[in-house]
């Protein structure tokens, strides 16, 4: 397992194969990864991500080690971007590797529903009018509910 918090920008397909390259027993690799959205229609200069060194690379950790456990996961990768970052920059990204795809796929979404709700980053969004704080979003909380231990993934 990798998690790395980092303010550079990244490869997305350099990383990816630097992850695949690894996996010598999987049969299924699966990657999401993420951009910074103008949620402002346009007004969007940047956006700021906050974190604590230290803990939310520990919080990460936990968050890996559960979804290597929870699905029978040969390895899982973390990348997380912070400091300021323009519509479009990539700002993290997940992959999993697994012996079959469905355990791939739900780690993945495992480890993406986990990152919107429980990583420790703060988020503030900069427009040429305001700086707003983004706050947590109900729908990101509801996503949760089906990893409680009496839920299954779909």
């Known amino acids: 397992m990798q ?4 303010s550079e920008i990244f490869d997305m397909g350099a990383e990816l194969n630097r992850f695949a390259e690894r996996q010598v027993n999987a049969g299924a690799v699966v990657s999401f990864s993420g951009i910074v959205r103008d949620l402002a ?10 974190h604590y060194p230290g803990m939310t690379e520990k919080a990460l950790q936990a968050i890996a080690e559960d979804a290597v456990q929870r699905f029978q996961l040969y390895d899982a990768f973390i990348l997380h971007r912070y400091g300021p970052l323009a519509p479009s920059d990539p700002i993290m990204m997940v992959a999993t590797a697994a012996r079959h795809r469905g355990d791939a796929f739900a780690g993945a979404e495992f480890l993406m529903d986990f990152l919107k709700s429980r ?17 947590a979003r109900e729908a990101d909380e509801d996503a949760l509910t089906r990893w409680k231990p009496d839920h299954s993934p779909d």
Do not use: C, H, N, Y
């Open 41 to 50: 229609t346009g007004g969007l200069k940047f956006m700021v991500i906050e």
């Open 3 to 6: 998690v790395r918090v980092q």
């Open 119 to 135: 990583a420790p980053f703060w988020k503030k969004e900069i427009t040429s009018d305001d700086a707003t704080w983004v706050e």
